[in-house]
């Protein structure tokens, strides 16, 4: 976020004439991202909100927005303009920045909310988009037909269809200016299916998403959460998500986790016209307060009886940038939790602050796939009142995936426990079900012993026991049993499972039967006998003991292991370790593993664990991570995988496809002859020059480069999925890690 200050800033510089309406995105988090909007007034950086600027009535003057605090945009009314001569012969005569004195991003809505408001409006569907590019609007809006709430599904149809119709008439008249092409649909699931895939059959520039406005006002903030489920993950992803009449701090988390870039708003004005100030949490009245619920630049130097003090039109103004600055500032932290990838932890912190942003938060987190036995029952709480009972149960599990898969995972950093809502969150739901589907049990498993009651990572207490298992029980299959679910002992560092910073309480849990029994079900271990091992404190393997017996094997845990039996269990321990990443990890099916493991040596460090996994050859093949439990191809590595694929090489670039394509490998992504030298000295992929890819392809999942004749190029990170990759023009498709000039 740009710094606030008092000096006048430089006017932006427009963007390059090719790069003219593309967006690109910069950083992401699942569907949170950061991006850039290429404007001829400058390149917005999302997400970003569009302060409304009425233009008869300025409380903040736009020259003030752009100067003080660094505003890219604002939103205007063309119908206003249009409707009064003295406005419509200004903008007409010196262009709609010279009237509102902004030289940065302007767009401009159509008349539609007072259509809402008033009941019509008098100007028509081509004569309004005219009028807009006539004044030098950077993103205009076409005339749609506004859907209410109250509004029955007959009613609702007609305005998205009579939307949908006016849209052709509407772009042909903007010609080059941008365009907003908004989706309706009321609170109606499938019409605002049928409106998002018609209005993204047409080029527009901004899909924003209308009739919320209502909805907003009478905190119906779950249906909110809705229309955005039903909207987003039909939408082109390469077109910016402009949230229509939000511009309130409480929605801002949760509505850019689920992927809006834009957001305007008069709130701040019409607020502090009425005396209330806006918070993340909601508002206060300046006629309650003693001090300040947050100390804002603007207020530094004054108490709320000194705002009291004022003249109307003064603290009106003083309240305004309140306001202003209080929304930028809960905007800006947004930007950073999405960089920190902990946008969904601020989503869930925020949704605390009021009960109806509760109930939205915890149908969103609530998918009707997710199950009571989760987690364990003693630790549900309120998530079943969250499940829909109406008829719309069960509708909403591909919206979910959509926020799931693009999740990623493992990540760096540790996981802080928030209680029920923990299980919730998308990245721990991805990693468990991608744990779930890839991992497979070594071949003769036949019983499972189940160790717990400390945080991860669990090697230091464990190692020496578990070498000792691996000599005299080699199909005995070891587990970890976190807060979260079961993992292998062999990814026992994997991140969130051995990364939750949790109360003693959580760690001390004692095992439920049933739980583990269906945690073992969905890893595979269907009717395996298991028993648990509590590994807090002293006597831990009298405790093993005590399991081995119940498993019915020996037992003699104490009797120690020859140092040539603990070196080969060391090995075949990292051996485990290195195909069971390479099956959950780089999704490469347990035989392949096997054998791409077969021969290989290991570089270790001071504490024993593996840096660098190489060839019998001494060839750097894949390096374990140590922050986080990932694991990383070196360019041999990902040679070897591509020839254990058994799939043809992708042709097309398909919609993405969730969870069906387990144990097929990385994905392929096929770049076009012009990027292959760059590829091969280890430059980036750009969007514009991927050829194909796998439907399968995920972001921040390690993926294989090639020509389209399948020669091997390199091996990198994707940054978005195989939808995205169709979709976008500009911008990094994907990091390389390393090129091959062989």
Known sequence: MTAWGDDRRDDPTPCRDQDHGRFEITQRDGRARLGRLHTRHGVLETPALLPVVNPNIRTIEPRVMWDKYGIQALITNSYIMWKHEDLRTVAQADGVHQLLDFPGVIMTDSGTFQSYVYGDVEVGVDEIVAFQRSIGVDIATMLDVFSRPDMNASEVEHAVRETEARAAQSIKAAEDTMLNGPIQGGVFRELRHISAQLMGQHPFAVHPIGGIVPVMEQQRYKEYAKIMLASLPLLPPNRPVHMFGCGHPMLFPMSIALGADLFDSAAYALFARDGRLLTPWGTERIDDLVDWPLLMPCVAQLTPEDVRKMKPKEREAMLAHFNLEVTLAELARCKQAVRDGKIWQLAEQRSHQHPALREAFLWLTTPPTMERNVRPDRFYTDRDAARDRDRDQGMWEDAWDWV??????????????????????????????????????????????????????FRERINEVLEWLKTHHPTLQAVILTPLGLVPASLEDLNPFAHLDAPPWVLRHQPEHDWIRRELDRLGLHGQAFATVDVHGDGMKQRLAGALEELGLSNEIHQPISDEHREQARASLRTDQGVDKLSVLLNVDRPSAERVMNGTTFVVNREGRMKNINDADGVHLFSPRLRDGGLSMATAGAQALLETRTEPLPTSLPRTEWWGHGSKGPAVVVVDQDAEPFVRKGRNVFHGFVLACDPWLAPGEACIITNEKGNFLGHGVSQCTSTEMAAFTKGIAVKTRGGYEG
């Open 404 to 457: 799931v898969w693009s999740q990623l995972t493992p990540r760096t950093g540790g996981v802080l426990w928030g209680g029920d809502d923990t299980f919730g969150r998308p990245h721990v739901a991805k990693a468990r079900r991608t744990l779930q589907l890839r991992w497979q049990a070594r071949e003769g498993t036949d019983r499972v012993v189940v160790f717990h009651g400390i945080r991860g990572p």
